[in-house]
Nanobody, 119 residues
Framework: QVQLVESGGGLVQPVGSLRLSCTAS????????MGWYRQAPGKQRELVAR???????NYADSVKGRFTISRDNAKNTVYLQMNSLKPEDTAVYYC?????????????WGQGTQVTVSS
């Protein structure tokens, strides 16, 4: 099992910045990729950014150039630096970890942290 604890959400004005952190514990040796998803009211959960254990990253088109995901393997922590925030970035942000399981993958989720972008 893998446990994920997020921190860093809050209220920020448009064009401001926030940094989210997510620390994994438990069977962290099993983790391949970690990432951030978000879910706004009335919308489906969507991928924001993802980083593999080797450091490869991918981003949603809507956040490219504004958000940066990074990973500190020694601390079992993944970060999401969010700059130039927009009201449409308002959502609950969830940390995710992927681990191999049988012939597929197993996903673990954090409890979510609210990010609100508003003046």
């Amino acid at each position: 099992q893998v446990q994920l604890v997020e921190s860093g959400g809050g209220l920020v004005q448009p064009v401001g910045s926030l940094r989210l952190s997510c620390t994994a514990s438990g069977s962290v040796f099993r983790i391949n990729a970690m990432g951030w998803y978000r879910q706004a009211p009335g919308k489906q959960r969507e991928l924001v950014a993802r980083i593999t254990s080797g450091g490869s990253t991918n981003y949603a088109d809507s956040v490219k150039g504004r958000f940066t995901i990074s990973r500190d393997n020694a601390k079992n922590t993944v970060y999401l630096q969010m700059n130039s925030l927009k009201p449409e970035d308002t959502a609950v942000y969830y940390c995710n970890a992927e681990a191999p399981y049988g012939s597929g993958w197993e996903n673990y989720w954090g409890q979510g942290t609210q990010v609100t972008v508003s003046s």
